[in-house]
C-alpha cells in the first residue's frame, strides 16, 4: 500500500509535465483508467484519498472514450459515501473540480445523480 500510494503520490505531482508533453498526454487517459480509479475503490483508505487526489489533477485532459468518463465521474461520486472522513472530504474536494473542469460525460453523470 505504501508504495502504491507514492505511486498515486508522483502521477499527481508530476501532472503539469506529463500534461505538457505532447508524446506522453496521448497515453494519460489510459494511465488514469488504468492505473488510478481502481485505487479509488481500494480496501485501503489511503489508497482511495491519493487516488481522489490524483484524478482531480488530470480532468482536463483529452478523454477519447466516454465510457472512461463516466467511469471517473461515478468511482468519484461513490466516494462521497465512503466510511472514511478523510476519503469523503477528499472526494468533494475532487467533486468541485470536477464541476469546474470535468468533461460534458462527466457533468451528465453527475447530473443523473443529482435529480
Keep these: 500500500a505504501i508504495m502504491k500510494t507514492g505511486a498515486l503520490r508522483g502521477i499527481e505531482e508530476l501532472a503539469k509535465i506529463l500534461k505538457s508533453d505532447p508524446n506522453l498526454c496521448n497515453q ?4 488514469i483508467c488504468t492505473k488510478v480509479v481502481p485505487e479509488l475503490a481500494s480496501p485501503m483508505p489511503a489508497l482511495r484519498l491519493s487516488g481522489c487526489r ?12 466516454v465510457e472512461n468518463e463516466r467511469m ?15 476519503v469523503r472530504v477528499q472526494a468533494g474536494c475532487a467533486l468541485a473540480s470536477l464541476f469546474k473542469n470535468g468533461t460534458q460525460a462527466m457533468l451528465q453523470v453527475i447530473g443523473n445523480v443529482l435529480r
Excluded at 28 to 31: A, D, F, G, H, M
Excluded at 54 to 65: D, S
Excluded at 72 to 86: H, I, K, N
Design 28 to 31: 494519460l487517459e489510459v494511465l
Design 54 to 65: 490524483c484524478v482531480a489533477q488530470y480532468l482536463r485532459i483529452k478523454w477519447t472514450n
Design 72 to 86: 471517473v465521474a461515478t468511482s468519484m461520486l461513490r466516494l462521497l459515501g465512503d466510511p472514511e472522513l478523510p
